[in-house]
């Protein structure tokens, strides 16, 4: 699996964006990134996921630079029910397969 | 939303004892897993399940642990004779063929 490599913590003002960073420079050409979040002890949570295009949906931005290497993970108004443990997964390809978890990034949002 | 439930929500046991872990995964999905977390560590990959039988298990997943698809809407894991050191969160996911979708996950607790 290629390895990602994430900052331990981050720290967000409340109503500010979070952004989160990952390096996945490993990746190869078919292979996806995902992002998940844990908050406390409940079940992951899928967040987002790409391949090469940026990708938006309700709960957050993926931005993938464009030789793949790295990717940004956008709370664009964090709240204070964001603070959780961030996980930036790959490869992951289509179809099933074992999610392989590291020690993410614990953002902390602050009123 | 559709989402993956679990049951029970704790469960606590003698060592030697078997345990059966119950999930519900979302309606129309084809691929099933397990995770653990033991307290303070990663979520770690157990199995994976799609098409009535194992596609992929990871070395934690010894004879001591089964899973079973016994009807159209339940995935169990079983533990023949629980250890202590099995006591964790146990989380199960299932998927469509991109995302995972996890459940609460059931507290197990060995004694």
């Known amino acids: 699996d290629a390895k990602t490599t994430q900052p331990p913590s981050m720290d967000c003002a409340e109503g500010r964006a979070a952004n989160l960073p990952c390096n996945h420079s490993t990746i190869s050409g078919n292979e996806y990134v995902y992002w998940y979040r844990q908050i406390h002890s409940q079940g992951p949570q899928y967040i987002i996921h790409?391949?090469?295009n940026n990708e938006t949906n309700e709960m957050a931005s993926l931005i993938i630079t464009e030789d793949r290497k790295s990717s940004t993970l956008i709370l664009p108004h964090a709240t204070l029910r964001d603070t959780a443990v961030y996980y930036c997964?790959?490869?992951?390809?289509?179809?099933?397969?074992?999610?392989?978890f590291g020690q993410g990034t614990r953002l902390t949002i602050n009123p | 939303e559709p989402e993956v439930t679990q049951t029970p929500s704790h469960q606590v046991t003698q060592m030697g004892q078997e345990v059966i872990l119950r999930c519900v995964p979302i309606s129309n999905h084809l691929y099933f897993y397990w995770y653990r977390q033991i307290l303070g560590q990663k979520v770690e990959f157990l199995v994976s399940?799609?098409?009535?039988?194992?596609?992929?298990k990871s070395e934690i997943f010894d004879d001591q642990f089964s899973v079973e698809r016994p009807d159209g809407s339940n995935f169990t894991l079983k533990i023949r004779s629980t250890k202590l050191e099995d006591s964790a969160m146990y989380f199960c996911a299932s998927s469509e063929e991109w995302s995972q979708y996890f459940g609460p996950g059931t507290r197990l607790l060995v004694l």
């Open positions: 790409g391949l090469k």
């Open positions: 399940f799609y098409n009535n039988e194992i596609s992929e």
């Open positions: 997964i790959a490869p992951l390809k289509r179809g099933a397969q074992k999610l392989v």
